[in-house]
């Protein structure tokens, strides 16, 4: 898949990546960016492997997008076939790498052996049938090379989604993009997109930028840095924000100028880019943060990055090599001027990229690591839940304290606090019933709700996740496998958090009800509870050129008292520097905004001032304050509260533009089988 890289050499491959999705905000015929959104639709996964996948846990990871070797594995027969099958019911769209199944170079027509399957690239290809060939005329190769590559696709079709074209790229027969092999190559490979879309197959490019736009989806390899094969090391592009000349589009062109091409023909939509990045080398991961701040600045697609090289023949799917991000609707309309900072902000820190000489030498500086403001599933609860209870619920035996849900874009997390009067002489920990439809009249009917799916927890700190087969009053279930949970306990007072992926909640329909369990039997039993709204952070937001000559803020802190309706920021800059400090809090109305303890008037003027207005459909005000910095400032925010709002560390809080991430990671899953009990 890398520029002139033998396919062979990147078997080892995977890499899992974030789709950004796009807002209409940024499509109006204004063409300012989103200053923020409440959709978080779009936002889906995408893992490129070339293992075994029935050896893997992409079925786990509910990807939105996989990439996966063509051979017969994947084919009706074949070992991956029915993984395949599973995750396209899920919605996933797959894309099969083109192989010829026969490996002698004669098309494919599925034999029943495997292992004679060999990866088929655009380009290569190009060159053994139509270059390096004498046979016949040079219009009878290139038309025998097509019908070749045609006779591939063929084999997936009514299979996967759509096919994956490597190689698309002139440099792989030739050095000269005036070579007229390559208006041959550009007008077949037209053609070869043409019959895929005729067969009801969709098209991923990976290629020069030429060419993107015939693809669904285009990859840009090399985004910031790539691997050196030699010395067996990943080294950073120095010059990555060069604007270099070109004379073709049809040329490998790197960096800015391959943006600026990309976005000037409407083709950042569908530019997915990939960063490398190894453990080994912790410099990678600093690179691979600043890398996607300048895709997000970009407004690409998506983004990814992870380890050049991974087991070839299967096993399960790395998670945790590095974060996955959600990320909020892309930027649009970035550019890039001389000596400007383009400053992605988060809470607290910021990342700064500077172009010190444009054209020259670029700094890249993350700053700053990202924040883990998603659920982590180590049984505590360090800000990631609110209290669903409005008071502990008592049974005969046990006490329920807390109960929370945090609902992410990848999956849904639960959180459970109670204690026991006495010791259980046998049975398990918890029930978790999940009425996912919000239909009392389906699943199992008990405590008001329906219950589609249960999670059973053990003694033992496991849990499992059951689907309902019985009729609506019977207790039966099927065991649907182990999920991700962690259980603490001191004595007879029990803290418990868990998560799963197969489990789609619907805000105001799905309801929850959470059940200590004494003896096999439901004991303190909490009343139902409505499936909580995604909450969704605002995007980030490059800022104004003329902003950023002056100054680069840092907001070191952020306390909110939701009861009192106050918001407190510290926040530093340079002596002499203006800041505007900008944050969506949940009042509906904003009363007073003190600086250093000093109330200041709202409106334009001198700083220090303030504007406020209402967003988000009046629940929310966007706070602007603006600054002069002579020490560090203390910002207080009073207002009325309109509704219940994240943890404090979890709030928006944006320099001149809205700003924050949620990471998101996928939960490692265990196996064994249980029988739920009663």
């Given at each position: 898949m890398a520029k002139k890289s033998d396919f062979i050499s990147i078997l080892f491959i995977i890499f899992i990546i974030i789709i950004m999705p796009v807002s209409a905000a940024e499509a109006s015929a204004t063409g300012k960016p989103a200053l923020y959104s409440i959709n978080t639709s779009g936002f889906h996964s995408i893992v490129i492997y070339y293992g075994w996948l029935n050896t893997s846990n992409l079925e786990n990871l509910s990807p939105g997008i996989v990439v996966v070797a063509g051979s017969e594995r994947i084919l009706p027969g074949g070992p991956d076939k029915g993984v395949i099958d599973s995750l396209l019911s899920k919605g996933a769209e797959i894309y099969a790498y083109l192989e010829d199944l026969n490996g002698d170079g004669n098309g494919g027509s599925p034999d029943g052996d495997n292992t004679d399957d060999i990866p088929v690239g655009l380009g290569s290809s190009f060159k053994s049938w139509v270059v390096d060939n004498t046979t016949g005329t040079f219009n009878q190769r290139v038309s025998d090379w097509v019908h070749y590559i045609e006779s591939l696709?063929?084999?997936?079709?009514?299979?996967?989604?759509?096919?994956?074209?490597?190689?698309?790229?002139?440099?792989y027969f030739t050095d000269n993009v005036s070579d007229?092999?390559?208006?041959?190559?550009?007008?077949?490979?037209?053609?070869?997109?043409?019959?895929?879309?005729?067969?009801?197959?969709k098209v991923f490019i990976n290629g020069v930028m030429g060419y993107a736009s015939l693809g669904?989806?285009?990859?840009?390899?090399?985004?910031?840095?790539?691997?050196?094969?030699?010395?067996?090391?990943?080294?950073?592009?120095?010059?990555?924000?060069?604007?270099?000349?070109?004379?073709?589009?049809?040329?490998?062109?790197?960096g800015y100028s391959r943006y600026l091409y990309l976005r000037d023909n409407g083709l950042l939509n569908k530019t997915i880019a990939v960063t490398f990045a190894?453990?080994?080398?912790?410099?990678?991961?600093?690179?691979?943060?600043?890398?996607?701040?300048?895709?997000?600045?970009?407004?690409?697609?998506?983004?990814g990055y992870a380890n050049y090289t991974f087991y070839s023949n299967g096993g399960p799917v790395p998670q945790g090599i590095v974060e996955a991000y959600e990320t909020g609707p892309a930027v649009s309309n970035a550019s890039f001027s001389n000596t400007s900072a383009w400053r992605v902000f988060m809470l607290p820190g910021n990342v700064t990229m500077t172009l010190s000489q444009a054209g020259t030498?670029?700094?890249?500086?993350?700053?700053?690591?990202?924040?883990?403001s998603r659920p982590v599933v180590d049984g505590a609860n360090r800000g990631e839940y609110r209290n669903s209870l409005s008071r502990p619920i008592?049974?005969?035996?046990?006490?329920?304290?807390?109960?929370?849900?945090?609902?992410?874009?990848?999956?849904?997390?639960?959180?459970?606090?109670?204690?026991?009067?006495?010791?259980?002489?046998?049975g398990g920990l918890l029930h978790i019933y999940i009425d996912s439809d919000g239909n009392v009249s389906t699943g199992y009917q008990a405590y008001g709700i329906g219950a589609d799916y249960m999670i059973e927890v053990y003694t033992d700190g496991t849990a499992h996740l059951f689907n309902y087969t019985g009729s609506g009053s019977d207790w039966s279930w099927s065991d649907l496998g182990a999920i991700e949970s962690e259980v603490t306990n001191s004595s007879l007072k029990y803290t418990g958090e868990f998560a799963t992926s197969r489990v789609r909640l619907s805000t105001n329909t799905s309801k929850l009800v959470f059940a200590v369990v004494y003896d096999w039997s439901d004991d303190a039993v909490s009343p139902s509870i409505t499936a909580p709204a995604i909450y969704v952070y605002q995007p980030t937001i490059l800022e104004d050129a003329s902003l950023l000559s002056n100054?680069?803020?840092?907001?070191?802190?952020?306390?909110?008292?939701?009861s009192q309706g106050k918001a407190v920021i510290l926040a530093e800059g340079p002596s002499g520097a203006t800041v505007n400090y900008t944050i969506i809090l949940p009042f509906d109305n904003i009363e007073e905004v003190l600086v250093n303890g000093s109330s200041i008037p709202q409106g334009a003027g001198t700083p220090p001032t303030y504007t406020a207005e209402q967003v988000l459909g009046g629940s929310y005000s966007k706070v602007t304050i603006l600054v002069t910095h002579h020490s560090p400032v203390n910002i207080t925010i009073l207002g009325s509260t309109a509704q219940p709002v994240p943890e404090p560390s979890l709030l928006p809080?944006?320099?001149?533009?809205?700003?924050?991430?949620?990471?998101?990671?996928?939960?490692?899953?265990?196996?064994?089988?249980?029988?739920?009990q009663r």
């Open positions: 696709i063929d084999n997936y079709e009514g299979v996967v989604t759509g096919v994956f074209l490597d190689e698309c790229d002139p440099s007229p092999l390559v208006s041959n190559f550009t007008e077949a490979l037209k053609n070869i997109t043409t019959y895929a879309h005729s067969k009801g197959l669904d989806w285009y990859l840009w390899e090399d985004f910031l840095d790539t691997y050196n094969e030699t010395t067996g090391e990943y080294v950073l592009i120095y010059d990555f924000l060069k604007a270099s000349k070109y004379n073709s589009s049809l040329e490998w062109v790197n190894d453990p080994v080398q912790p410099e990678t991961l600093d690179w691979a943060n600043a890398a996607y701040m300048l895709a997000r600045i970009m407004g690409l697609a998506g983004w030498s670029v700094a890249l500086n993350p700053g700053w690591p990202f924040p883990t008592e049974g005969s035996n046990s006490y329920l304290n807390y109960a929370g849900v945090n609902m992410t874009p990848t999956g849904t997390y639960l959180y459970a606090e109670w204690n026991y009067t006495s010791q259980a002489s046998s100054y680069t803020g840092l907001v070191s802190r952020l306390d909110l008292d939701e809080v944006v320099i001149a533009g809205e700003a924050l991430l949620l990471a998101v990671v996928f939960a490692m899953r265990r196996t064994s089988t249980q029988t739920p």
